[in-house]
């Protein structure tokens, strides 16, 4: 009996001991690579900018996993995760075509068969809300690098960051300008009396993104002392938009604001052309108005018309990191860096540094390393202060240190149209034109 | 009073427009009883077509509605020839279910071809140009051409209709497919053609429509419901009811415009408040839920 006890003793604690160093040879394997799932419109009417989404976050990933002294950055200078032995990132990417139960089924997905320690994604506010949902009821953090419908981390979710501003950030920003500009704070251009830029027009498409643009401007302008003559949400996919130019021309506002997609956008302005309609200025909440097709498609009359946007070229001018990283994105992929592939390269960054940060895959570790890390702005090629998450309050989880610029089309010494700064004020890269000299 | 004068003109013209678009589909619809839910799609080849030929030979926009009805009258034999004479034989539904396939796949094909970006023309003679014509009314070059281009191809297609024997052998068949065969038409070649012109006539629709309106395979969706109500308003089948149902679709879409007149000649400040233009489309909807109730066979159907 004692000798068979002896056996079963010995048996049991040799089987221990192999499963415990098996478990060992598998944790350390486990942190070879960190798989993140990516969930974009990669096909359906958002797939330009859906591919536009992922060669950012590949080139993020290439400079992440790779050593490129030569690029100040601190995720540049390290070969992987060092904090987890130089472990390697591997993304894995899904296409959800703008349709929010897709993406909620890939996140699914993502989280049960594939085992990503995060996610990231989702461009469309409506698929990033589901998704979301699905990260928050498995306890799987994820990093939103794109959606801007403010009312996503207004939810108190735990498992929740958003890296990019939001719309309610993008339009006190236009609000800032205005009155900047009523105070001479804009470049080359003497103080404009407030009686010029007093009455206002917002005509936003009637989604969720476009209502709640409408809202915050209305709410805004409220704030700030401006007076909107005329509020409409008009269907993006209309195959007229005449009555609803007339409708805002009727009241001879001072400033058009627009929230369109991009052919919309395209035949607004058309329509507002043909109308002959100058307002002293028109601008856009970014999305049609940033889309190269609206610029390739108006051509010159797209000049002198505003845009918001989180990235324009002409960053490079005062950042010189900027510079470098659009330099490479362009050799790689054709075109500069836009306002989506510049956030994608952004929220990939930020997952670099969260796991640098936390150490280890594990979701809490994972979730304390958010809520506590500060990368400061030199790091980003995007003009913000920084990226440190609210960790509680009304907008947990959102970015406190993100910020929008203010791109103005512009025509250059060779004729070519270029995004050109104009907000934030101080790092403006050209005078603003003002007034808007008409189509 | 500027603002009245502007609302009535644009919905008459955007009302002849989107009479055009549907012109083909109450054809189609008038000869063979047969709901062509890839209308939408023809127009968005025809404005695909309008598009690359100007792009590819440089010539004006203008030029290429010839190129884009002759592919169209192509398309449209081509598509009645290998597919639709085959759903004919079937219930209605395989008729239904056939063109909503035909939609699918034609939208499918643009998208692999073209991919799903927005493309656009910015040049030619008529884009970007306006004509005032006092009281403050301004016509844009694109929808005067389109209005002219419209009333011409009502005319031409009622002209062919009842006045010339083929239009008789058209009308015939689509009255009484069997007695027309009974009476040597060619009821086969009559289907045929019908698809051909419908098709033609959608396509110039598109290619003129690509003067202001970018493309994407997507864009057929956009016209394709308001010609439906057109037709359904107007009568299926008749083609002097989808030029009047244009007319009144057209002022329908205009109602935002009206309803401007009245708050700022009366000064009404709850007016002002009430957001008119997010209901435009649904208003056309309900115009066509209360003609399809009181009147099932439309404004000028013939139908039985």
Redesign the interface.
Known sequence: MKKSSFVLITIVTALTLILAMGSTCFAADAIKTIKIGVLYPL??????EGRELRAGAELALEIANGKFPGISMDMAKREGIASLGGAKIELIFKDHEGNPTLGADLAKKLILDDKVVGIMGCYHSSVTKTVSAVCEQYGVPMINDSSTSPALTEREFKWFWRTTPHDGTFTKDLFEFLKGLTEGKSKGIAAISKDQIQNLTAACE?TEWGSQVSQAIEGRAAEYGFNVK??????A????L???V??IK?VKPDVMLFASY??DA??MM??L????VAPRIIWGQNAGFE?P?FR????D?VVGILTRTVFAPKVGQVKAVSNQINSMYKQKVGNDLSGASARSFTGLQAWTEVLQLAGSTEPAAIQKACNSIMIPGDQLIVPWKGIKFAASGKEQGQNELGSGIIGQYQKDKDGAITLEIVYPFDVATAKLIYPFKG? | ME?LA??IV?GLF?GM??ALVALGLTIIFGVMDIVNFAHGEFLMIGMYTGLLTAQSTGMDPLFTLPVAGLVGFLLGIACYTGFVKYLLRGPMIAQLLGTFGLMLFLRNLALLIF????????HGALV???L?IGMGV?I?A?KLAAAGLSISAFIAVWLLINRTKMGKALTATALNAQGARYMGIPTERMNALAWGIGGASVTIAGALLVN???V?P??G???TM?AFAIVALGGFGSVPGAFFAGLVVGLI??I??FW?FIT?TFNVDWM?KV????F??MMVYLAYFIIMVVRPRGLFGWKH
């Open positions: 096909t359906g009417g958002a797939a330009a009637k005329k509020s409409l949400l008009y269907a996919k209309s195959p007229d005449s009555s609803e007339r409708a009727s991009a052919s395209i035949l058309k329509t052309k043909a109308e002959k889309a097709e390739n498609t108006l051509g009359d189509f | 603002i502007g609302s644009a955007i427009v989107l991919g799903s970006e927005d493309r656009a023309l910015h970007g140009k306006s005032e301004i844009p694109t202001f309106w970018s994407n997507f864009v969706l956009l016209f308001i879409t205009e935002p415009g401007d700022y002002a957001p008119m233009t997010s435009k489309y």
